[in-house]
């Protein structure tokens, strides 16, 4: 295997990593609103993305750090045919960010809603948007020797949006299954319904994509070719079927760690049908962006393989620490710690679960 090759997989790794760890989050975010009946919810709620959250966009900057340096063609061709797309991802996941940070700033609950919804949107819109581009990915920029021809509009086609509809649903149904094992009481029942109502939906947009891609696509030609790669949609399917057989076993946590197994199985199918192309030309297969003319010089990506294999385990290490030491399900106690006040005497101000850290980082106390 050449370092074209090893960078391609590894950039598909880190995209896929990314999508899982960060997919909770949008789906948290999206559902705070729906899960919550009072300020204690949705409270509990953002606390079990409190402590994970920034450090799951890690990947998505060295997802692009990775696209940057190993294919800088790549990067700036993104950047130039996507630029409005991507202008609007970024400022929605800075709202996001904002709201974690502002929310508990003023006793006001007007100032809180405000920040609620700036959270769903900016969950909801990146969720959408990353779905949009990699499906018009998947089927083709309109880009030729000439240079880009196409709209911000016209990435919104059907294929491209049905994309997006299809990560919007996984992420929901991951974060409902995050809420799900992170809390417990009227939130931990309700994510478990929403994550039983989003499988029905999510298998079939998931049918609708898989056939509509054999028309939309090139996909399959890989699949045909080597049908030993046909392994990952397959793998994709089964995991998502396991999500719902054992959330109905109440195995959720299991169910939750099915769920992650889907997300990555579906970037690895797309990634894997457009090998080795990265960015296709829809109008002149003869601009397409592969990993051979896009790449890094072979001692650039051999610099690179060194740095990656010292410091990518070192921040796996540290997230799974993070991860471990934010173990358990966050209970009403916790919120009240947080919050520097005492829980109530009788009701659901009872603790539950097993102790936790009481400042999460990138919480503001409310």
């Known amino acids: 295997m050449n370092y074209q090759a ?27 609103r729906f899960v919550s009946r009072n300020e204690e919810d949705r409270r509990t709620v953002i606390n079990t993305m409190g402590p994970v959250w920034d450090g799951n966009e890690v990947w998505l900057l060295t997802a692009g750090g990775a696209t940057f340096a190993a294919f800088p063609v790549v990067y700036a061709s ?14 929605a996941l800075i709202f996001r960010g904002v709201a974690f940070e502002f929310r508990g700033q003023r006793e006001s609950q007007t100032w809180r809603n405000g920040w609620d919804w700036a959270l769903m949107l ?3 819109v990146p969720a959408l948007l990353f779905g949009v581009a990699f499906g018009n990915i998947f089927a083709g920029l309109d880009f030729d020797s000439g240079g880009w021809h196409g709209s911000l509009l016209g990435l919104l086609n059907p294929y491209g949006l049905l994309t997006g509809v299809l990560f919007v649903l996984l992420f929901l149904q991951h974060g409902a299954l995050w809420l799900k094992i992170k809390t417990s009481g009227g939130v931990a029942e309700r994510s478990a319904a929403i994550a039983g109502s989003v499988w029905y939906a999510l298998l079939a947009v998931a049918v609708a994509f898989l056939v509509y891609t054999n028309f939309a696509t090139h996909l399959y030609d890989n699949y045909r070719d080597q049908p030993l790669w046909a392994i990952a949609p397959l793998a994709a399917v089964a995991a998502l079927l396991g999500v719902k057989l054992l959330a109905r076993a109440g195995r959720y946590f299991a169910s939750f760690v099915s769920s992650c ?7 690895f199918t797309g990634v894997i049908g457009l090998y080795p192309n990265m960015i296709p030309s829809s109008i002149d297969p003869a601009a397409n962006l592969t990993i051979y003319n896009s790449s890094s010089t072979t001692y650039t990506l051999q610099i690179m393989t060194v740095v990656a294999l010292i410091f990518v ?13 934010f173990r358990g399900d ?3 106690g916790d919120v009240y710690a947080q919050a520097g006040t005492e829980p109530p005497a009788t009701g659901s101000g009872e603790e539950s679960g097993p102790s936790q850290p009481t400042q999460p980082s990138g919480i503001s106390p409310a």
């Open 6 to 32: 090893i960078w391609f997989v590894l950039w598909s790794v880190l995209w896929a990593v990314y999508f899982t760890a960060d997919g909770f989050d949008f789906g948290a975010g999206m559902l705070q």
């Open 78 to 91: 993104m950047f130039s045919f996507l630029y409005s797309a991507l202008l609007l991802l970024l400022f």
């Open 122 to 124: 900016g969950s909801f």
């Open 261 to 267: 197994l889907t997300i990555m199985a579906v970037v």
């Open 313 to 325: 385990p070192i921040v796996i290490a540290y997230q799974l620490w993070v991860y471990r030491i």
């Open 330 to 332: 966050m209970g009403s």
